[in-house]
Nanobody, 120 residues
Framework: QVQLVESGGGLVQPGGSLRLSCAAS????????MGWYRQAPGKQRESVAS???????NYADSVKGRFTISTDNTKNTVYLQMNSLKPEDTAVYYC??????????????WGQGTQVTVSS
């Protein structure tokens, strides 16, 4: 069994910062990528940022220059540093891990979500 445990969400004022963490535990053979998604009320879930095992990153246009994704591969943990937060960043943020088993089967894991609220 694989578990993703997220932390770091909360309430912050516009212009503030938060750092999200997602730790993956359990039987993971080979991680291909780790990433963050978000879903605001009444909207579809969208990709925020992702990073591959090779270090390639990808960001949504709306967060470029403000958010930074990073990993600690020794801990199977992915982070999302969010700076200059805006009210429109308010959403539930989900961690996602894509991995492959020893036999090459793809596995897709999601965290339970952490609420980020940007409001004065």
């Amino acid at each position: 069994q694989v578990q993703l445990v997220e932390s770091g969400g909360g309430l912050v004022q516009p212009g503030g910062s938060l750092r999200l963490s997602c730790a993956a535990s359990g039987s993971i053979f080979s991680i291909y990528s780790m990433g963050w998604y978000r879903q605001a009320p009444g909207k579809q879930r969208e990709s925020v940022a992702s990073i591959t095992s090779g270090g390639n990153t990808n960001y949504a246009d709306s967060v470029k220059g403000r958010f930074t994704i990073s990993t600690d591969n020794t801990k199977n943990t992915v982070y999302l540093q969010m700076n200059s937060l805006k009210p429109e960043d308010t959403a539930v943020y989900y961690c996602r891990v894509i991995s492959f088993t020893l036999t090459g089967a793809r596995r897709d894991y999601w965290g339970q979500g952490t609420q980020v609220t940007v409001s004065s």
